[in-house]
């Protein structure tokens, strides 16, 4: 018989929005990765390439932004509130995007 090592590693869980992997944690899901994704998108749209089609990024930052408006840390929210958290999510992802040479 073989023995078998378990690990006290907690497992993590998460949720599909809008095509987006958001991490639970404690039970509370981090709606903030879909505002990353936007911004992701949108560097996307820095580095058009004759491919990629401006309507159908704008489509989905669209369907991503309506998906965190709806989400339980969107929802009922001041729009000033989550101008806010675009902007925090604009200073997380930036940096990242510059040190992996995304952008310039």
């Given at each position: 018989?073989?023995?078998?090592?378990?690990?006290?590693?907690?497992?993590?869980?998460?949720?599909?929005?809008?095509?987006?992997?958001?991490?639970?944690c404690d039970g509370i899901g981090d709606y903030d990765?879909?505002?990353?994704e936007v911004i992701r998108v949108a560097l996307r749209?820095?580095?058009?390439?004759?491919?990629?089609?401006?309507?159908?990024?704008?489509?989905?930052?669209?369907?991503?932004?309506?998906?965190?408006?709806?989400?339980?840390?969107?929802?009922?929210?001041?729009?000033?509130?989550?101008?806010?958290r675009l902007a925090v999510c604009v200073a997380d992802?930036?940096?990242?995007?510059?040190?992996?040479?995304?952008?310039?």
């Amino acid at each position: 018989m073989s023995k078998m090592k378990f690990s006290n590693h907690p497992a993590k869980q998460s949720r599909i929005v809008e095509g987006v992997c958001v991490p639970i944690c404690d039970g509370i899901g981090d709606y903030d990765e879909l505002l990353r994704e936007v911004i992701r998108v949108a560097l996307r749209m820095n580095n058009l390439n004759p491919d990629i089609h401006w309507d159908d990024l704008d489509e989905r930052i669209r369907r991503l932004i309506d998906a965190y408006i709806a989400s339980p840390e969107g929802e009922g929210m001041d729009a000033c509130i989550l101008m806010a958290r675009l902007a925090v999510c604009v200073a997380d992802v930036i940096p990242m995007a510059v040190r992996k040479g995304l952008i310039p």
